[in-house]
T-cell receptor, first 114, second 112 residues
Framework: DSGVTQTPKHLITATGQRVTLRCSPR?????VYWYQQSLDQGLQFLIQ???????AKGNILERFSAQQFPDLHSELNLSSLELGDSALYFC?????????????FGPGTRLLVL | GENVEQHPSTLSVQEGDSAVIKCTYS??????FPWYKQELGKGPQLIID???NVGEKKDQRIAVTLNKTAKHFSLHITETQPEDSAVYFC???????????WGAGTKLIIKP
């Protein structure tokens, strides 16, 4: 158990809908990262927050947005969902904001868009 | 920007044999190279990392080697066991950018 929690574990929705994925980092970690992993694909980095502020941005679509709250939990919002958004979404956390720290991954949220 | 290529995409080895996964990177300023293991149904987990000031690092049956001149690094697993079956990701970063750049992953299959 990494100490990172993600809810929900599974999510089934329809095209055009909007969903929110939630992540609670390990106790004491200030950074949260979001990744997308499609079937048989690698990890696509979406975005990183550090202590409430956006730190780094990857290949995140404009339809997607994220935020980190004062209690350090984070939410990833996916809107106008398309079939191709079906994937595993991972959250990870690390102690600091640097890119050379160990990232601790949660169990993921599996999103299925029908 | 930085690019990390990982090979092979799938590797099948007999239990007890060794496995080697290779990654190459493009940014000569990269100085941190972690390896993550993703077991089925779980998130990735760091198994070993190396920094550019060393050429090799070992932890029991796993080792990572780094060749800065050729800009490649490799993961070596000896005496493979069934629990080594997983997807392995390499990554690289430098202090000049904020992102950890990931390889595409290698699915390691250990045949009994």
């Amino acid at each position: 158990d990494s100490g990172v929690t993600q809810t929900p574990k599974h999510l089934i929705t329809a095209t055009g809908q909007r969903v929110t994925l939630r992540c609670s980092p390990r106790s004491g970690d200030l950074s949260v990262y979001w990744y997308q992993q499609s079937l048989d694909q690698g990890l696509q980095f979406l975005i990183q927050y550090y202590n409430g502020e956006e730190r780094a941005k990857g290949n995140i679509l404009e339809r997607f947005s994220a935020q980190q709250f004062p209690d350090l939990h984070s939410e990833l919002n996916l809107s106008s969902l398309e079939l191709g958004d079906s994937a595993l979404y991972f959250c990870a956390s690390s102690l600091g904001g640097g890119n050379q720290e160990t990232q601790y991954f949660g169990p993921g949220t599996r999103l299925l868009v029908l | 920007g930085e690019n990390v290529e990982q090979h092979p995409s799938t590797l099948s080895v007999q239990e007890g044999d060794s496995a080697v996964i290779k990654c190459t990177y493009s940014d000569s300023a990269s100085n941190y190279f972690p390896w993550y293991k993703q077991e089925l149904g779980k998130g990735p987990q760091l198994i070993i990392d190396i920094r550019s000031n060393v050429g090799e690092k070992k932890d029991q049956r796993i080792a990572v080697t780094l060749n800065k001149t050729a800009k490649h690094f490799s993961l070596h697993i000896t005496e493979t066991q069934p629990e080594d079956s997983a997807v392995y990701f390499c990554a690289a970063s430098s202090r000049s950018n904020y992102q950890l750049i990931w390889g595409a992953g290698t699915k390691l299959i250990i045949k009994p």
